[in-house]
T-cell receptor, first 115, second 112 residues
Framework: GAGVSQSPSNKVTEKGKDVELRCDPI?????LYWYRQRLGQGLEFLIY????????KSGLPSDRFSAERTGESVSTLTIQRTQQEDSAVYLC?????????????FGPGTRLTVT | GENVEQHPSTLSVQEGDSAVIKCTYS??????FPWYKQELGKRPQLIID?????GEKKDQRIAVTLNKTAKHFSLHITETQPEDSAVYFC???????????FGTGTSLTVIP
């Protein structure tokens, strides 16, 4: 079946502009994660959605970052007033439920470059 | 919060030899430790995982060991093959149950 998809695959933007990244999880997956991966680094947790529960936003690095999710479907990550240090690959993952017993399936990522 | 350290950052082995990657974690409440393989330009994929109530788990050529007392866990790949070449990430699930903390990755190269 279809895996996690993300769009766009690449995004180049000027410093100060806003960007919106999209994630389509696997159908039926209630849990959704956003991560940031800087070049040569590990994955940095940003935000977690589980069903209709309040999202865990504890990983968002600043108030310029926000994310929304409509029910158990698509999620968007918005970065306002982008800075050069926001340049990274943004990965989305979904799992059947939250918690350790459910494998996270990753999307292909969006490579964001802020010039 | 949790802090995961991973070593080595790069590793080269001859085809057929074994490879070992080690990770340490700081939060004794962490209870789940997955390993991901990320090939160049591709998404991370889960290759094996272990829960805190288990000391070792094996899946064909891949095994993971966990030492809760010392707070470290290791990935073992035996009889390495060129297609094992990739970046491997360890992770630990924090005690909140939502956050996964990742190591900085190990770039493994298997030389034919």
């Amino acid at each position: 079946g279809a895996g996690v998809s993300q769009s766009p695959s690449n995004k180049v933007t000027e410093k100060g502009k806003d960007v919106e990244l999209r994630c389509d999880p696997i159908s039926g997956h209630t849990a959704l994660y956003w991560y940031r991966q800087r070049l040569g680094q590990g994955l940095e947790f940003l935000i977690y959605f589980q069903g209709n529960s309040a999202p865990d936003k504890s990983g968002l690095p600043s108030d310029r970052f926000s994310a929304e999710r409509t029910g158990e479907s698509v999620s968007t990550l918005t970065i306002q007033r982008t800075q050069q240090e926001d340049s990274a690959v943004y990965l989305c993952a979904s799992s059947a439920r939250g918690g350790s017993i459910y494998e996270q399936y990753f999307g292909p990522g969006t490579r964001l470059t802020v010039t | 919060g949790e802090n995961v350290e991973q070593h080595p950052s790069t590793l080269s082995v001859q085809e057929g030899d074994s490879a070992v990657i080690k990770c340490t974690y700081s939060d004794s409440a962490s209870n789940y430790f997955p390993w991901y393989k990320q090939e160049l330009g591709k998404r991370p994929q889960l290759i094996i995982d272990i829960r805190s109530n288990v000391g070792e788990k094996k899946d064909q050529r891949i095994a993971v060991t966990l030492n809760k007392t010392a707070k470290h866990f290791s990935l073992h790949i035996t009889e390495t093959q060129p297609e094992d070449s990739a970046v491997y990430f360890c992770a630990a699930r924090g005690n909140t149950g939502n956050q996964f903390y990742f190591g900085t990755g190990t770039s493994l190269t298997v030389i034919p």
